[in-house]
């Protein structure tokens, strides 16, 4: 039987101080937007915040509802502001990041799998990757050049 195998290829950055100061400013807007999440429940904050083509950065933060289902992740509330305000514009650089009212906030964390489906969909829509930098308050930054990277088995319409 044949095995393959998927790696990729990321960057590790040991503090927010090593990145350029664009990508700086972007995850410190996704930190801000942490500020803005509503999550009561699980008291873990998100918040996105994206760099698109055009040069407009916009934000978004994961809603929880008591009805757990019903909640939103940040990258999706952030995707959904980007297709409303400016449909179709690619998205250059999607920075994720959060606090943890219970916990450390001092190392990345990855999109879920629901997210990194929606980013991956609107990548493959606006026919650009999207550049992820993911970190927390402190600690190492990862950025990732694209999103298709996370998800390598990916559901998509060439499917059907």
């Known amino acids: 039987m044949p095995i ?10 040991n503090s927010i101080d090593e990145l350029s100061s664009a990508d700086a400013a972007l995850l410190q807007l996704a930190q801000k937007a942490a500020e803005n999440a509503y999550a009561p429940y699980s008291n ?41 305000m400016f449909p179709n514009i690619p998205l250059q650089t999607m920075a994720i990041s959060y606090y943890n009212e219970e916990g450390k906030s001092n190392h990345p964390i990855s999109p879920c799998g629901m997210c990194r489906q929606y980013i991956l969909e609107y990548e493959k ?36």
Do not use: M, W
């Open 4 to 13: 393959e195998k998927y790696s990729f290829d990321f960057e590790i950055y």
């Open 125 to 160: 829509r606006v026919k650009q990757p999207i550049r992820l930098i993911l970190g927390g308050r402190k600690g190492k930054i990862y950025v990732i050049k694209s999103a298709s990277d996370l998800l390598p088995l990916n559901f998509s319409s060439e499917d059907f």
């Open 44 to 84: 873990f904050h998100v918040g996105a915040a994206a760099l698109l083509n055009n040069g407009e950065t916009l934000t978004g933060s994961n809603q929880e509802n008591a009805s757990y289902p019903v909640g939103t992740c940040a990258e999706r509330v952030l995707l959904g502001t980007v297709s409303t």
